[in-house]
């Protein structure tokens, strides 16, 4: 069984659209993660959300909010896509904010055009 | 701020032992971890350090000096299928419990027959 899930895997649009990335975890971990890895291979943390609370907020552009309806899902949704935002996109998930480690998912591949 | 470096990419021979340094500065610190990233998947956990010394696990082992700013990780019979990315990542806490993870950029090792 998956244990962090990411849908959809891959997801090409054009600027200026809105798209949403799903995640969910089944390993009844309380914290759950976005990150963003750019062309360069660099990963960098976006939101973090504990049992449904915002506890991470970085500098991201207010275009991307995430969304937490239950601690075993964290979706992201971004308005007005740009061409930057083209990136892969993980979801990540640990027992708890005083974590020891992070599982990942598989990551959302998505193209701005 | 947090500031990691790693060697960008390295090379080394099936069987030998590689050694992937990392140096940090960083406010908070609250330990060190590595990370194995193959090309086009999520990043598996490898390892952690919070106190000076050595961790082994199988073929890996990590090292951190916190005085020093520095650790490495030492992959030891080096295999073809070690060929990935390894993330260096330090954790912080800035206070209030929000644990935060900052990734280096990542050192690209090609093992070669």
């Known amino acids: 069984d998956t244990a962090v899930s990411q849908t959809p895997k891959y997801l090409v649009t054009q600027m200026g659209n809105d798209k949403s990335i799903k995640c969910e975890q089944n390993l009844g971990h309380d914290t759950m993660y976005w990150y963003k890895q750019d062309s360069k291979k660099f990963l960098k943390i976006m939101f973090s959300y504990n049992n449904k609370e915002l506890i991470i907020n970085e500098t991201v552009p207010n275009r991307f909010s995430p969304k937490s309806p239950d601690k075993a899902h964290l979706n992201l949704h971004i308005n007005s896509l740009e061409l930057g935002d083209s990136a892969v996109y993980f979801c990540?998930?640990?027992?708890?904010?005083?974590?020891?480690?992070?599982?990942f998912g598989p990551g959302t591949r998505l193209t701005v055009l | 701020g947090q500031n990691i470096d790693q060697p960008t990419e390295m090379t080394a021979t099936e069987g030998a032992i590689v050694q992937i340094n990392c140096t940090y500065q960083?406010?908070?610190?609250?330990?060190l971890f590595w990370y194995q990233q193959h090309a086009g998947e999520a990043p598996t956990f490898l390892s952690y350090?919070?106190?000076?010394g050595l961790e082994e696990k199988g073929r890996f082992s990590s090292f951190l000096s916190r005085s020093k700013g520095y650790s490495y990780l030492l992959l030891k019979e080096l295999q073809m299928k070690d060929s990935a990315s390894y993330l260096c990542a330090v954790r912080s806490d800035p206070g209030a419990g929000s644990y935060q993870l900052t990734f280096g950029k990542g050192t690209k090792l090609s093992v070669i027959p």
């Open positions: 350090n919070v106190l000076d």
């Open positions: 990540a998930s640990s027992l708890n904010r005083g974590w020891d480690e992070q599982f």
């Open positions: 960083t406010s908070g610190f609250n330990g």
